[in-house]
């Protein structure tokens, strides 16, 4: 692969991914970034996803993918190409992704068990009351404000966090594992929000314990764990009922051998937690 086609077939929202840069703004089109070398409160870094090009109204810089990687890793160009190579796998790059903005300037002054009244009714009117053990209270501080809301702790200790009014994450956006042992068929069961987790686990309770389970916090972050998948026997998938749940579905099955749909059981329902809640109701 050389500059021009890392340029034309590797998208820079991938690459930022990476690096664990998520978007503070973003409509279709463009986004802003935190800057790429410094602190800030304020994004500076402008990245254009039609150009795949990014710009720094901070130091006037221009990036491209090859660029970005050469600011991030200190590297020369062929050496950044060699970090680009592994990007260059086409059923992996054509989900479009939904991302949920990485908050960076926050303050996490406790956590806790499920106790404020808000968030248990919310559990409840998601139907997840009963697996409150799974999440946490998060009492934090943001912009100023003192903020609660239920945690979910991914594998590099940030927390996806949700209230009725809240889809943020503290810290640094990762997916969630939960291994089981002993794993008897080898299979792992994958879903895009800890919301439809906890919505399978409430529904099987215990007996199903003996699977891991792989939360993705964001189908962005799918690359993160394409080696690990290859270990499993089987690939379970409760992904979304929308356009971005069937590609994703898609870049899945055409990578791995032994993989399984259980969207069918809410094929009616955009998630399997919106389709758990009509189902106990």
């Given at each position: 692969?050389?500059?021009?086609?890392?340029?034309q077939?590797i998208?820079i929202r991938?690459?930022l991914?990476?690096?664990n840069?998520f978007?503070?703004?973003?409509?279709?089109?463009t986004?802003?970034y935190f800057?790429?070398d410094?602190?800030?409160?304020?994004?500076?870094l402008?990245?254009?996803?039609?150009?795949?090009?990014?710009f720094?109204?901070?130091?006037g810089?221009?990036?491209?993918v090859?660029s970005?990687v050469?600011q991030m890793?200190?590297c020369?160009?062929?050496?950044?190409?060699?970090?680009l190579?592994?990007f260059n796998?086409?059923v992996f790059?054509?989900?479009?992704?939904?991302?949920?903005t990485?908050?960076?300037?926050?303050?996490?002054?406790?956590?806790?068990?499920?106790?404020h009244l808000a968030l248990?009714?919310?559990?409840?009117s998601?139907?997840?009351?009963e697996?409150?053990?799974?999440v946490?209270?998060i009492?934090y501080r943001?912009?100023?404000?003192?903020l609660?809301?239920?945690g979910?702790?991914?594998?590099?200790?940030g927390?996806?966090?949700r209230?009725?009014y809240?889809?943020?994450c503290?810290?640094?956006?990762?997916?969630?594992?939960?291994k089981n042992e002993p794993n008897?068929?080898?299979e792992?069961?994958?879903?895009?929000?800890?919301?439809d987790?906890l919505a399978y686990?409430?529904?099987?309770r215990?007996?199903?314990?003996k699977?891991?389970y792989?939360i993705?916090?964001?189908?962005?972050l799918?690359?993160k764990?394409?080696?690990?998948?290859?270990e499993y026997?089987?690939?379970?998938?409760f992904l979304?009922?929308d356009?971005?749940?069937?590609?994703?579905?898609?870049?899945?099955?055409?990578?791995?051998e032994?993989v399984?749909?259980c969207?069918?059981?809410?094929?009616d329902?955009?998630?399997?937690n919106?389709?758990?809640?009509?189902y106990?109701?």
């Open positions: 692969m050389n500059c021009e086609e890392a340029r077939k998208k991938t690459i991914e990476s690096f840069l978007p503070v703004k973003e409509n279709r089109k986004a802003f800057a790429l410094r602190e800030e409160t304020v994004p500076s402008s990245v254009d996803f039609v150009k795949n090009t990014a720094d109204f901070g130091t810089k221009n990036y491209d090859i970005l050469q890793n200190k020369s160009v062929s050496e950044a190409l060699k970090y190579l592994s796998i086409p790059r054509n989900v479009d992704v939904k991302m949920i990485e908050v960076k300037n926050y303050q996490i002054i406790k956590v806790s068990e499920i106790r248990i009714q919310y559990l409840k998601r139907e997840v009351f697996q409150k053990h799974l946490e209270e009492l943001l912009d100023g404000k003192t609660f809301a239920i979910f702790l991914n594998n590099s200790g927390y996806e966090i209230n009725k809240t889809k943020i503290l810290g640094q956006k990762d997916v969630t594992w939960v008897v068929n080898n792992v069961l994958i879903f895009e929000g800890f919301f987790y686990r409430n529904m099987t215990e007996e199903s314990s699977a891991d792989l993705l916090n964001s189908t962005a799918l690359f764990v394409r080696d690990a998948l290859n026997d089987l690939i379970s998938l979304d009922n356009t971005n749940g069937r590609l994703t579905k898609e870049t899945i099955q055409m990578n791995y032994k399984e749909d969207s069918l059981i809410y094929s329902f955009k998630d399997m919106e389709w758990f809640c009509n106990r109701r």
